[in-house]
């Protein structure tokens, strides 16, 4: 991504850090949160790039909102992800992140790898807990 790409804070929560960090960076970053930015006109637009920061474990019906996520990215654009990834399905009842009673979705490389197969996108892990999609 280039200065000057523009993105959407998906999920970005009351504080939206990871926005406030891209546009010191010259990204024009819009938000979008259900409950603290609930502008649905950046829902009509298409980004180079759309950000989730610990959202997609609250999603009620994932793949509907994976399917809104594709529609905002221009061919080519980026979803970077960012969530707890389980890591060892014997060691899920002492996982701290099934604790959260507003985690109702978990996810696994696995899990994301089905993803990128049913929404025809590219994938890549670049670190713990990150999953990076190209839109094909």
């Known amino acids: 991504m280039t ?3 523009t993105g959407l804070d998906f999920g970005c929560g009351p504080g939206p850090a990871l926005a406030q960090m891209m546009q010191e960076d010259e990204f024009e970053v819009s938000l979008y949160d259900p ?21 997609v474990e609250h999603l009620r019906l994932p793949l509907h909102e994976f399917k809104l996520l594709d529609s ?3 061919p080519g ?4 992800i960012m969530t707890g990834m389980l890591e060892d399905r014997p060691g899920f009842s002492s996982w701290y992140y099934q ?10 490389e696995r899990t994301m790898l089905w ?3 049913e ?7 670049p670190s713990r807990n990150v999953t990076l999609f190209q839109k094909t």
């Open 119 to 125: 929404m025809g996108w590219d994938v890549e892990f």
């Open 35 to 55: 409950y603290f930015f609930p502008e649905e006109s950046v829902l009509e637009r298409r980004y180079d790039f759309v950000t989730c920061t610990e959202t």
């Open 72 to 74: 905002l990215l221009v």
């Open 77 to 80: 654009g980026y979803l970077g």
């Open 3 to 5: 200065n000057g790409s």
């Open 99 to 108: 604790r959260d009673p507003t985690h109702i979705g978990f996810y696994s």
């Open 115 to 117: 993803v990128s197969r």
